[in-house]
């Protein structure tokens, strides 16, 4: 086991080094970067719970929960920090989770998906309608906040928002890769591939179940903070349901096997949007849902199955 | 509140929720035979819609009586283009892989759609109102309400109703339906061709979401995002219903069209709160649905 997942480490340090470095060359790629970071945060929750065997089909209303923690405090309170936005984001969006989680781990699959997504709708029919608190679809603008009482230019910032990023998605990807091969994670596996027997060990599924959901949704809080910040604004359609299937289409594009599949699909998916939207702005959509298809048909393990498929193959030759 | 605007909102209301339920309708079925929800659904949906107005703006000036006609050769034609496409080409080639990627790849049709969409009909609003038109006012206790929105919508949805109920319950198609749907492999071994029931199942499912679409055109303006609208609110019913349940999803939708219509008079901020709070509420409590049978828990 601990074989195979060495090459995908390999590949991950690799990748967070090149968005350390890249961005220096190209400016333009720093908000790029910086964005597949943030976005691969939150997959990281995704996939969390794809481990369970469990797709959330609103995870969006975490994200939307973090981007607005940072947006509210903006406009009510003024000023802001990084440090205390993310803070902040991540401390609301996990009570939120645990709110939320007490109803849902109760149920599996469809029932589990289901519950999400009428949570999140109603959390972004609130963010729409309640025009005087959060300025409805036009959404609430995120003043570049200060890192640790340093203020900067926006060039600067850029390259600053990109770093602290980095910094919290390799810790992240740490913890979550440590959490995962924690008994606990190997408890929330065991949901997937035979909960009555984790019963029978005598451990609560729907506990077990619970603490994997705030930390997913701990995840999509800070996800959503730093997209906050980074994109300036916070809007309603963070929370649609559709922000939610990008997230499941982003960790099925990039595996739901191993933690990095979250980053090589943010990376994928941001990138193909990215020089898609330049050049192709009609049909970028068109183009995603293509690319969607092709992997699920052919490639259902995702990117990092391609990797691992390749690599048997050779082993298995010769 | 005084009467009128009591009468105006079950009017709306009625009108409103026999266009959910033909969506939500088909939803249900697909997801009863196929065990798949449908994320394409709202773009059939949406891709009825347009049709139905091409097909009725091109028509009208021959004759504007052909139009109800065109709005049915549009689901139609949508129904079985589109979601036989979905079903054979992409639904098919996943049978018995995991719930996830069913799921995602019908998200994957639904954002090809929404997209073709926008390259097919453009952004800018349309009306067909043609069909609405044509039909004379009626007085309901007074008050005045098109006839196509109170007699012929809900006059279309309780035909598709019992239409369904009929099929499923009398006929051999519908008992062959009935039994993929029990057990596909005992089906399979007495010489069922569930590969086919489930492509018929889907195309009915898919027609009845564009039929729902087509219906609607004439009853507003066009625009992008209306798919993605619509499949979240029909979902909603379906589930506040419990997926599966034919009979469930027309209470359902009109419990659901009714509560809204009143909230839109009586606070119209919270209209689009209103299915998902329903839907929540009815779910923590029941989360087989409103009308689903209860399961056992496993352990």
């Not at chain 1, 959404?139 to 390259?159: C, H, K, M, N, W």
């Not at chain 2, 709202?42 to 819609?49: D, I, K, P, T």
């Not at chain 2, 051999?172 to 029931?197: F, M, N």
Request: aromatic residues 12%.
């Amino acid at each position: 086991m601990s074989g195979r997942i060495k090459p995908v480490t390999t590949i991950a340090i690799i990748f967070f080094l090149v968005s350390a470095v890249a961005p220096l060359l190209v400016s333009s790629w720093a908000t790029l970067f910086a964005l597949i970071l943030a976005k691969g945060i939150v997959v990281l929750g995704i996939i969390l719970l794809l481990q369970a065997g469990q797709v959330s089909f609103g995870h969006a209303m975490f994200f939307a929960t973090g981007a607005y923690t940072a947006a509210f405090w903006g406009k009510y309170v003024g000023g802001g920090d990084i440090v205390l936005f993310i803070a902040l984001g991540g401390i609301t969006s996990a009570v939120f989770g645990l709110i939320v989680g007490l109803f849902v781990v109760r149920y599996r699959e469809i029932f589990f998906g289901m519950l999400n997504l009428a949570f999140s709708m109603v959390l972004w029919s609130l963010l729409e309608k309640m025009f005087h608190y959060t300025n409805g679809a036009d959404g609430i603008r995120v003043p570049r906040p200060a890192l640790l009482g340093l203020s900067f230019t926006p060039e600067t910032f850029q390259y600053v928002i990109l770093y602290v990023s980095l910094l919290i998605a390799v810790v992240a990807f740490y913890g979550v890769q440590r959490y995962l091969d924690s008994p606990l994670g190997h408890m929330l596996r065991a949901i997937k591939s035979n909960e009555t027997r984790l019963e029978y060990l005598g451990t609560s599924a729907r506990r077990v179940l619970l603490i994997g959901y705030v930390i997913s949704a701990f995840l999509g809080g800070i996800g959503g903070t730093l997209v906050a910040i980074i994109q300036q604004i916070a809007t309603p359609e963070f929370g649609f349901w559709t922000k939610s299937g990008e997230f499941v289409f982003i960790a099925i594009l990039g595996g739901s096997a191993h933690a990095f599949g979250a980053f090589a699909g943010a990376a994928m998916f941001e990138c193909v949007r990215f020089y898609a939207a330049a050049h192709l702005v009609d049909t970028w959509q068109l183009i995603l849902g293509v690319v969607l298809i092709v992997i699920i048909l052919y490639a259902p393990n995702g990117l990092i199955g391609l990797r691992q498929r390749y690599g048997q193959a050779k082993q298995g030759g010769h | 509140m005084n009467s009128t605007l009591a009468i105006l909102a079950i009017l709306d209301g009625i009108s409103y929720a026999a266009l959910v339920f033909l969506v939500s309708v088909g939803l249900s079925l697909i997801f009863g035979v196929l065990r798949v929800v449908n994320v394409a659904h709202g773009s059939l949906y949406a891709f009825g819609a347009y049709l139905a107005a091409t097909f009725s703006l091109a028509i009208a000036p021959i004759s504007p009586w052909l139009t109800y006609p065109a709005l049915l050769a549009a689901s139609i034609v949508i129904g079985v283009a589109c979601g036989g496409f979905i079903e054979r080409f992409l639904l098919r080639p996943l049978s018995g892989q995991e719930d996830v990627l069913q799921l995602l790849i019908t998200f994957a049709a639904f954002m090809i759609m929404d997209n073709l969409q926008r390259l097919i009909w453009g952004v800018q609003p349309i009306f067909a109102a043609e069909p609405l038109r044509l039909l004379p006012n009626v007085a309901v206790f007074g008050v005045s309400y098109t006839s196509y929105q109170v007699i012929l919508l809900p006059g279309v949805a309780l035909a598709t109703l019992l239409g369904l109920r009929y099929f499923l319950r009398r006929t051999l198609s519908g008992a062959v339906i009935l039994a993929v749907t029990e057990d596909r492999e005992a089906s399979t071994a007495i010489g069922i061709d569930a590969k086919r029931v489930y492509f018929v199942t889907f195309v009915i499912g898919a027609s009845l979401a564009a039929l729902g679409g087509a219906l609607a055109s004439p009853t507003t303006s066009l625009v992008p995002g209306m798919g993605a609208d619509m499949i979240v609110l029909s979902f909603a019913v379906a589930a506040t219903a419990g997926l599966g349940q034919i009979e469930g999803t027309a209470l359902t939708a009109l419990m659901i069209g009714l509560t809204r219509a009143f909230v839109i008079y009586l606070q119209p901020e919270f209209e689009v709160l209103v299915p998902y709070l329903l839907m929540v509420l009815v779910l923590l409590m029941r989360p087989f649905g409103l009308f689903g049978a209860v399961q056992v828990r496993k352990i």
